[in-house]
């Protein structure tokens, strides 16, 4: 599994330099921002990132 940085909005949220992200590990990308929604209950996640180490 890899770690993936993902950036999230809560709803009315404005994309900002200081936008909230979550990191985790999952298999991929997509599987990343699905569990990043589930756990934030964010309205949207805006980027995944996947990160070294």
């Given at each position: 599994m890899?770690?993936?940085?993902?950036?999230y909005?809560?709803?009315?949220?404005?994309?900002?330099?200081?936008?909230p992200?979550?990191?985790?590990k999952?298999?991929?990308a997509?599987y990343?921002?699905?569990?990043?929604?589930?756990?934030?209950?964010?309205?949207?996640?805006?980027?995944?990132?996947?990160?070294?180490?």
């Amino acid at each position: 599994m890899s770690s993936y940085r993902c950036y999230y909005l809560m709803k009315g949220d404005e994309p900002s330099p200081l936008t909230p992200f979550i990191q985790l590990k999952a298999i991929h990308a997509i599987y990343a921002a699905h569990l990043a929604m589930r756990l934030t209950g964010c309205a949207r996640v805006i980027d995944v990132i996947r990160v070294q180490g």
